[in-house]
């Protein structure tokens, strides 16, 4: 009796064990899914959402999100550019946004067909900063571009920004090695729980 009263909890320790490495492993596996696909369609504009930026140029996780956002308007799925991004330190010259309007411009993209802000500093800020940039110019729909482990989370809070949006990952990513693809994938399971927490709670302080 005494062997199967201590069992009965240790049973229900290790099933609680395996329900959550299975949650996880199931979150896991929906941002993998999510960034895996291409749903780019005709669209009102396609958001680039910042990363680093060292003076005037980008770093190389932010030229691969620069070239895709390129290559969908190059191929006539939206006819605006939105870049997002503010400065990234004291003393930066740039912002991160204004580094990607003069890649774009010196890859031949029409000045008047890109728009930017110079103020956010999170994935939050990028899209709600985007929002307000549609709102004034009329744009409705959009093309979210980021690497593929981040778009899960792009998508979820575009959407919850209230744009009408898909994703489109770039095709290249310079997260390839095995150590750094997965603290980004464990980082995302976290802001994936975050997220939710956040809107539960009614908290906007979204990174």
């Known amino acids: 009796m005494r062997r199967r009263r201590r ?11 395996l329900l959550a490495v299975l949650w996880l492993g199931a979150v896991a596996a929906h941002i993998l899914y999510v960034g895996g696909r291409d749903d780019a369609g005709p669209a009102d504009a396609i ?3 910042g990363a680093a930026a060292y003076d005037a140029r980008p770093s190389p996780v932010f030229e691969e999100r620069i070239r895709h956002g390129l290559d969908l308007y190059d ?6 550019l939105i870049f997002t991004g503010g400065y990234g330190g004291i003393g930066a010259r740039f912002s991160e946004s204004q580094v990607a309007r003069r890649y774009a411009v010196r890859n031949g993209v029409p000045a008047d ?12 800020d990028n899209l709600r900063q985007a929002r ?14 980021s690497d593929p482990l981040h778009m899960a989370r792009a998508l979820r809070l575009a959407r919850r920004e209230g ?4 994703g489109s990952a770039t095709p290249t990513t310079r997260f390839r090695s095995w150590q750094t693809s997965w603290r980004f994938l464990v980082r995302e399971v976290y802001f994936f729980h975050r997220d939710h927490w956040t809107r539960l709670t009614g908290s906007h302080a979204l990174p």
């Open 132 to 145: 307000r940039l549609m709102q004034d110019h009329g744009l409705h729909t959009a093309i979210v571009v």
């Open 75 to 80: 191929r006539g799925l939206a006819p605006r």
């Open 113 to 124: 067909a890109i728009l930017i802000e110079s103020i956010s500093r999170t994935t939050h």
């Open 47 to 49: 958001i680039v959402l």
């Open 163 to 166: 744009i009408r949006a898909h």
């Open 7 to 17: 069992a009965g909890p240790l049973r229900w320790l290790l099933r609680l064990v």
